[in-house]
């Protein structure tokens, strides 16, 4: 059985991460990268520029190791599902803020420091919303928490839930508005000083994380592998397809603001908004 | 013999804490010294719950003061080294030597 | 498993102040922190061990942030050794260490480890809402007086004038010039050399 949830979770990462390539056209150069010659810079972190994206990777995979794939199995069954996943968002924004410090370049360093800028706050609102979809299922638990959604999926139970959550999916991918390390008006932060195989490898682990993060909001908002005639990791892989597609349609719709005025919006709004959905969700659980 | 071995990690963090903590002229390092000594603590205290208090829910509580202890270090040093630095735009604690203005 | 992470926490801890760079230091305690989470995970203590994991993460983060803020070299990838009463802190560092594990060898530890199968989580919840509500909601209030406080700290505007009202910046040398920004620049020049006084 564990072999083949590992077989499940690798395999999910890895179609997911080619799904969402195609999705994001941006990303299809992919293959055009390997050939180029690799940049140098003074003085690197050698470990950490030759490693960051293999932990975002990494981190990726155990994002969606916690994800139930059926009803009461997932790879790892913990108590604390959710809290497993806070820790690997919170990781994510060290390994962004690592992958740019570690070139020791200007641009890669401002990419770095505007994200670890943004990314800590957006852990408040991140783990608001998941405490809220805990709540009704009096358990820290994806699984149960999956159980809980029978009736009525957490989406519909708590509406503030997802629009959040996927503020924090396009921060987690650096995508669109919330990317404050990779964009462009700082010639492509983080990764400017990377070429060849080493920038698609960074690519590919954004491209993972968005299929590790909306696997987690299909499970926690969207019922996971709950649905009717079709087998659980069906309806799973449907959820999570859809929500990556919204994801990255959202990514390519909305403009970016400057990062002071969305560091004002996260604090102002957002947070003052994930903990009114929490007192919600808290009083309408008692 | 799990919880002498996690003792003696602990006693070790907290000693080089110590050491880091005292030896450290910058701000910034010292607090990283006495995050190393609560880290020592924590380890102790989640020790001692695991192997010898037979699941008492209050070992855990305690744990769970250790991180609240921690959270509250961390936020309180650093309001401080920000006061100190607009005060004196200093970083080190050689150049704070006076209380006075 | 336990003893390689007990070893590696404490290997990272030391390398905190070994390193070269603050942003090394701060994620080697980061590294620190985690392995003694992942203890805490082996010692069936999966909340807390977890809980360590994502609070340590934000807090090295924050640490990493205000570096930026205070350091002279922000990237950090320069050679730096900075201790004072070097001796004397070694000396305390290893004296802790030798009094503690003696103690800890020298005394009978009990032994009456966690049941198996027992909801150790729930159990947490349960004392924090229950029991100890009061221990609970005192750290809560604490948490609550220390955001207020440290905004207060940290805040520029005062009852008395802004903060770095007359702010002079420490001797390089006793009784010598100033070292950095002076009170009449304003700030926002970078490295102002004051040579030739």
Known sequence: MTALLVLAVLATLLGGTVLAALMDRAALPLAALLTRQRVETEAPDRMNRDLSSAWYLALAAIGLSVVPFAPGLALIDSPVGIVIWGSCEALVVVTVFLHGWSPNAPFPLIGAYRYAAIGLPIMLPSMFVLIAAALPAESLSLIDIVESQREIWNVLRQPLGLPLFLVVALAMTLRGPMDYADAADIATGTSAEESGAARALWQVARLAMLVSISAIAATVFLGGPLGPVLPGPVWLWLKTAALMALTVWIGNRVARTTPDRMLTILWVVLLPLSFLGLIIAGVMAL | MTLTIVLLAAAALIGIGLYGALSQQSFVMLMMGLELMLNGALLAVVGFWSQSLGGMPEGQLMAIIVMAVMAVEMAIGFALIVAVYRKRQADMTESIGTLKQ | ?197
């Open chain 3, 1 to 197: 498993m336990i003893a390689l992470l007990a070893l590696f926490a404490v290997w990272t801890g030391w390398r905190v102040f070994r390193v070269d760079s603050m942003v090394r230091a701060s994620f080697a305690l980061m590294l620190s922190f985690v392995s003694v989470g992942a203890i805490g995970v082996l010692l069936s203590a999966p909340y807390i061990g977890v809980a360590t994991v994502f609070m340590m993460a934000v807090e090295m983060m924050v640490m990493a942030i205000f570096m930026v803020m205070f350091m002279m070299n922000p990237a950090g990838l320069n050679p730096m050794v900075m201790v004072h009463q070097h001796r004397l802190s070694i000396a305390a560092g290893v004296l802790a260490f030798v009094g503690l594990s003696a103690a800890i060898l020298l005394s009978p530890l009990p032994s009456d480890p966690v049941p198996e199968g027992s909801d150790v989580v729930a159990q947490l919840g349960h004392e924090l809402l229950g029991p100890s509500m009061l221990v609970f909601e005192t750290a809560g209030v604490t948490l609550l007086a220390t955001m207020v406080g440290a905004v207060i700290l940290s805040s520029r505007q005062g009852w008395f004038g802004a903060a770095d009202h007359g702010s002079r910046p420490p001797d390089l040398t006793a009784g010598g010039d100033p070292a950095g920004r002076q009170p009449g620049d304003g700030g926002g020049h970078g490295h102002h050399h004051h040579g030739g006084h």
